[in-house]
């Protein structure tokens, strides 16, 4: 289960680890700033400090919300397989296709998933959310905030480990 979470969320994961070191890296002329008294400098710092600190916590919200739609996405592929419309749900930003991706990678969905991107246009290269392009002003919108940072917990239907076990025996 740690290793999907860590494979359906690694670009965030590596966003993260990106603003705990930008944090450090402002910290440190902040508290020269802060040594030196120098309050237009404390602010500046403070400024970059707080925005890179404050998004170590939304990415990881972002990361736990990922890992829900994979456990999500993995039970309705097992239950009914490989169908667009549970792909389709999960379509609109790179870390949604990859954690679908992931779920489906480890049903052998993987090729119908990929073929299914590519037939919507998406590329490997697509990183920006569709909702951000089509509303600059999702900052502002409940959707965005519930769907990308608050995501309910998901329990899995089904034990995989036990699944997977079952079927070695047979």
Known sequence: MWYSYLICGRLLHGAT???????YLYW???????RAE????IAIWTGYF?????HIFL??????????????????LYEYGFKERIINQ?????CQRI????????????????AHFKKKGYKWYHYIPDFMIQDPWFPFKKYFWR???????YEPKFNYQELSTQMEVR
């Open 99 to 114: 954690a679908v991706e992931t779920a489906a990678k480890e049903l052998g969905y993987e090729e119908q998933t990929r």
């Open 59 to 76: 990415v990881s919200a972002d990361a736990w919300s990922r890992f829900q739609n994979y456990k999500r996405a993995k039970d309705q």
């Open 17 to 23: 680890l990106l603003f705990v070191l930008e944090s």
């Open 28 to 34: 440190l002329p902040l508290e020269r700033a802060i």
């Open 147 to 153: 769907r990308t940072f608050l995501e309910k917990h």
């Open 38 to 41: 120098n309050n237009l400098l």
């Open 50 to 54: 707080l925005f890179s600190f404050v």
């Open 90 to 94: 999960y379509i609109g930003s790179k």
